[in-house]
């Protein structure tokens, strides 16, 4: 697939030196490509590759199975308990029987429904705090709802936790001044800086945004201080309610 960030030169000089997974995975891929079904580039791949192997998470939590692609890579290259939503019940049910098929079965939890909904249901049920909390977090889904699994997913975050976001570049548009961009993509441009923005100046969350596969922004979040992100958040709407007085 196109990577249009950088020059086909260039990601195809990188792609060269791209680690095949097994031959499982590596067949899959070529299934999504002759599909034109959307999965990790190969640089996205081996970047998660590293972080995985780098942080070993136990649990992660994906926001966009498609064929369940991402998730069988995830459960292989970490052994982690994968849960990842999907909300085309076709993609659903391709990604069950690929899942079953690769093996993985024990390891993926494919859930079928729209993942705000879904998100809503896991935090209203049990914030998985800290320790039972997910480790690894990858949201490839609609880019228009970002921030909304941000808000989310971080509740669901264990204490020391990585969330990447991935397609965040959006081909480059995102780079694009939105009043000198078509104007069919400005309300998506300015969705996805004003995420960008917002995820950057966070007071819990350390983030980098890299010009691989797609873009993807990396997010290290630290649960203590977003407790008290959140206390201090209703300290001022209490405050804001009061008129002031405190
Ligand atoms: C880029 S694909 C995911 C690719 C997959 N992570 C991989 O690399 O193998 C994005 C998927 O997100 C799904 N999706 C989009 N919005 C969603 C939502 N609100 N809830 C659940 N899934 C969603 C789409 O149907 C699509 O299959």
Redesign the pocket.
């Known amino acids: 697939m196109d990577n249009n960030i950088v020059s086909e030169l260039i990601s195809s000089y990188v792609d060269a030196f791209y680690d095949e997974p097994d031959e499982d995975l590596s067949e899959l891929r070529i299934f999504?490509e002759d599909r034109y079904?959307?999965?990790?580039l190969k640089d996205?791949?081996e970047l998660l590759r590293i972080i995985l192997a780098l942080q070993k998470p136990e649990r992660i939590l994906?926001?966009?199975?498609?064929?369940?692609?991402?998730?069988c890579?995830f459960a292989k290259t970490c052994g982690a308990h994968v849960t990842?939503?999907?909300?085309?019940i076709d993609?659903y049910q391709t990604a069950r029987s690929n899942i079953e098929q690769l093996g993985c079965a024990d390891k993926v939890l494919p859930v079928f429904?729209?993942?705000?909904?879904?998100l809503e249901r896991m935090n209203a049920a049990r914030p998985p705090a800290g320790e039972s909390g997910f480790d690894f977090i990858?949201i490839?889904?609609?880019k228009s709802?970002y921030r909304e699994?941000w808000d989310l997913c971080v509740p669901l975050c264990a204490d020391d936790a990585t969330i990447v976001c991935?397609?965040v570049l959006m081909r480059g548009l995102t780079a694009t001044r939105p009043e000198e961009a078509e104007h069919k993509h400005r309300t998506s441009i300015r969705n996805m800086r004003e995420f960008l923005q917002f995820v950057k100046e966070l007071p819990y969350a350390d983030t980098c945004i890299l010009t691989v596969g797609d873009g993807v922004s990396i997010s290290r979040i630290s649960r203590q201080d977003y407790i008290e992100f959140q206390k201090n958040d209703h300290e001022e709407d209490r405050t804001a309610r009061s008129g002031g007085r405190s």
């Open positions: 999504a079904v959307p999965i990790i996205t791949e994906e926001i966009g199975t498609a064929i369940g692609y991402s998730a890579f990842t939503i999907e909300k085309e993609l429904g729209d993942a705000v909904e879904v990858f490839d889904a609609a709802h699994f991935d397609n």
